[in-house]
């Protein structure tokens, strides 16, 4: 099975479309949040999520829109309460098992707060960080949140991130997305360059 990985879309609609192009081959499409920005919100994105049926999960800007109180996006006439309404139904992290992979999902690490203020940023050389994640109950663990493409294994779990489909910081100017093989625990990431 492939499992099409996405994160850090951050209302950016035609990045979005661009990455949900490159997962067509997947059986099944993951998002590890940041789906909106702290001051943006996107009905289209949802909306485009929703009908591709992307399982996913809140970042911490998501977060801040819907926990921080007299939030001015919630109010925004632009905002159809509905979507509203989808993002917060989302779950603040996922757990699923395909062909025997025992999956864990989280947008920055497994001890994010609820509120979205503190998001540890797990980086590739976050040695304490990656140890911690070892006592995750996991085969494989997905993050988000650095816009940074990775891939670590430790002593029980493959960690990858597929970096931000909509805004990379790892030196490149290309988007990128990711697929996991769960009959191998391969990992392709999907490189783009944003239409204009």
């Not at 970042?59 to 989808?86: C, E, F, M, Q």
């Not at 070892?134 to 949140?145: K, Y």
Request: net charge negative; aromatic share 6%; charged share 25%.
């Amino acid at each position: 099975m492939k499992i099409g990985l996405v994160s850090d879309i951050h209302c950016h609609l035609d990045a979005l479309e661009q990455a949900l192009d490159l997962l067509d081959d997947c059986d099944d499409v993951l998002c590890a949040g940041d789906i909106v920005y702290q001051y943006r919100f996107s009905n289209d994105v949802l909306a485009l999520l929703d009908k591709r049926g992307v399982r996913s999960i809140l970042g911490n800007h998501d977060k801040i829109v819907l926990y921080h109180p007299n939030h001015p996006i919630r109010t925004s006439p632009s905002i159809d309460p509905a979507w509203l309404t989808y993002l917060g139904g989302l779950p603040k992290d996922l757990s699923l098992t395909r062909d025997g992979v025992r999956l864990r999902m989280f947008h920055g690490s497994p001890w994010d707060d609820d509120l979205g203020r503190v998001t540890p940023y797990i980086y590739p050389q976050s040695r304490e960080d990656l140890r911690r994640l070892e006592e995750v109950e996991a085969d494989v663990i997905v993050l988000g949140h650095t816009h940074v493409p990775f891939l670590h294994q430790t002593r029980h779990a493959l960690i990858v991130n597929p970096g931000s489909c909509s805004e990379p910081r790892d030196g490149t100017l290309e988007p990128c997305c990711a697929v996991l093989n769960t009959t191998n625990l391969d990992v392709e990431f999907r490189r783009f360059t944003l239409a204009s």
